[in-house]
Nanobody, 120 residues
């Protein structure tokens, strides 16, 4: 079992930045590829970004490329999502996820989510 706890969400103006963190506990963190997903009101949960077990490889959904950066620190059992140039359409609950697979990422564990709201 892996427990995931997100933090760092909040309210920010368009063009601003936020950094989300996801702290993991339980099984060996480096055994899992990690990802971020988001769910806006009335929409399905969608993939945002993923990072490989060692952190050496990443990929993103097209709408966040060049604005968001996923990273991980295996010594701290934490994965991050740096979000820059935020847009109102980035407003959603953001979830981190742990996966045995990297591409495509197929989550087996989820966090509880953190709200990100971008005002125009």
């Amino acid at each position: 079992q892996v427990q995931l706890v997100e933090s760092g969400g909040g309210l920010v103006q368009a063009g601003g930045s936020l950094r989300l963190s996801c702290a993991a506990s339980g099984r060996t963190f480096s055994n899992y590829a990690m990802g971020w997903f988001r769910q806006a009101p009335g929409k399905e949960r969608e993939f945002v970004a993923a990072i490989s077990w060692s952190g050496g490889s990443t990929y993103y959904t097209d709408s966040v490329k060049g604005r968001f950066t996923i990273s991980r620190d295996n010594a701290k059992n934490t994965v991050y999502l740096q979000m820059n140039s935020l847009k109102p359409e980035d407003t959603a609950v953001y979830y981190c996820a742990a996966s045995h697979n990297y591409r495509p990422i197929t989550p087996v564990y989820w966090g509880q989510g953190t709200q990100v709201t971008v005002s125009s």
